[in-house]
């Protein structure tokens, strides 16, 4: 009986230490070198930063790495980073943001080709179907030109200036070297994607940056998404050509005007942000007034004519003839023309504004001037005629 105990007691030991022993292999709190976390700032010193990556032991983070051009430190107490771990002695566990510096060997490279950790690189110069890449010291890496940036730009765009890029190939001990920049680009845009999809909404006014122009339009950067803002979403007024009015890079703001996530299609609107001419139309323009405006576009049924930014009046075919008849309104006039006209009615709601050429009109006027005038003579004439008879009468009657 004594021995049945001891035994069992034997063999349920023996079960719990495997147990721990597999626990602790497979713990899922367990670092790998290379792996990605996300983690908050505790702390910074003169030489380090210290985070909390949620796991136990100390995570440090060389402070160098997070100085911008000017030497001043890019993050806070109480923000987050992305970091690599590098490795773990007692409990200081080591991270880092990039691979790079005078100190970044070849081993190091390959540790962070397996772990995917970003690596600093100088873009020295153009090569056949790439770039050459400056790792550290003296290592040189290869950069394909469409692995340089999320579109193919000049070589003065990238060329002595620093990047960071991941290791997309690592052959021959370090001999033969494959870099990416776009791979982290990418990853950032997707970040940023997923982070505008919880706060982006239909109407919001956003600032974004012109990623490039086309007859059509332009497409816009927006955080992590790109849209488009269609060339007749850009004015009030009709642009004939967007570069005349944006440049690639210029950064602007936009009204968001359709969010398509599934399709990843996006639009903008540039002149939703700009104040409505039709808001002052009736004040700008009010009926009965002599105003001079450009004819912008001849139809089978009249002439636009623009009146000022955004607003334009509508002069009927039939005002255009003289009292003559026309077939077309190009027989009296030409697109580009300045025409005076007259405004003879204005709908604001309905965006609509008549008008009349002004030499007909006036001459109308003056035609019913004179005639209002000639039938007030002849009034104020029989009135006259009348009253003479009326005493002529009198007078035979006495």
Request: net charge negative.
């Amino acid at each position: 009986m004594t021995t049945e105990v001891v035994e069992e007691e034997e063999t349920t030991e023996e079960e719990s230490f495997a147990e721990l022993f597999a626990r602790s292999y497979s713990d899922p709190g367990r670092l790998e070198p290379g792996q990605k976390v996300t983690a908050k700032i505790l702390s910074i010193s003169g030489e380090w930063i210290f985070i909390d990556t949620g796991r136990k032991g100390e995570g440090v983070l060389d402070r160098k790495e997070l100085l911008d051009s000017d030497g001043n430190l890019t993050v806070e107490i109480g923000g987050s980073v992305t970091a690599w771990f590098l490795s773990a002695s007692g409990n200081e566990l080591r991270f880092t943001t990039k691979v790079g510096g005078s100190s970044a060997g070849n081993a190091q490279l390959e540790d962070a080709w397996r772990g995917g950790i970003p690596v600093q690189g100088l873009v020295e110069k153009e090569i056949k179907g790439g770039y050459e890449i400056k790792i550290g010291g003296s290592v040189r890496a290869f950069c394909p030109f469409s692995q340089i940036d999320l579109r193919r730009g000049n070589a003065e765009e990238f060329i002595g200036k620093h990047f960071s890029f991941r290791i997309t190939e690592y052959a021959e001990r370090g001999r033969n070297i494959v870099v990416s920049r776009r791979a982290l680009l990418e990853e950032e845009r997707l970040r940023e994607k997923e982070l505008l999809r919880e706060t982006l909404a239909v109407g919001q006014t956003v600032r974004g940056t012109v990623s490039s122009l086309r007859d059509f339009g332009a497409f816009v950067h927006v955080g992590g998404i790109e849209g488009l803002l269609p060339i007749s979403e850009v004015a009030w007024g009709r642009v004939a050509d967007i570069r005349e009015v944006l440049t690639e890079g210029a950064e602007i703001q936009v009204v968001v005007k359709s969010l398509d996530w599934e399709k990843e299609k996006f639009s903008f609107s540039l002149k939703d942000t700009l104040p409505d001419p039709w808001e002052q139309a009736v004040q700008s323009y009010p009926e009965g007034t002599y105003v001079t405006g450009k004819v912008a576009r001849l139809t089978n049924f009249g002439a636009f004519i623009t009146l000022g930014e955004g607003v334009d009046g509508l002069v009927p075919i039939s005002r255009l003839g003289g009292g003559k008849r026309i077939n077309h309104p190009r027989d009296v006039l030409n697109e580009g023309e300045m025409l005076e006209v007259k405004v003879e009615s204005v709908d604001r709601d309905s965006r609509r504004i008549s008008l009349s050429p002004a030499a007909a009109s006036r001459a109308a006027s003056q035609a019913e001037a004179e005639l209002v005038d000639f039938r007030k003579s002849a009034e104020e004439g029989a009135a006259r005629s009348l009253g003479s008879l009326g005493d002529l009468l009198k007078a035979r009657l006495k």
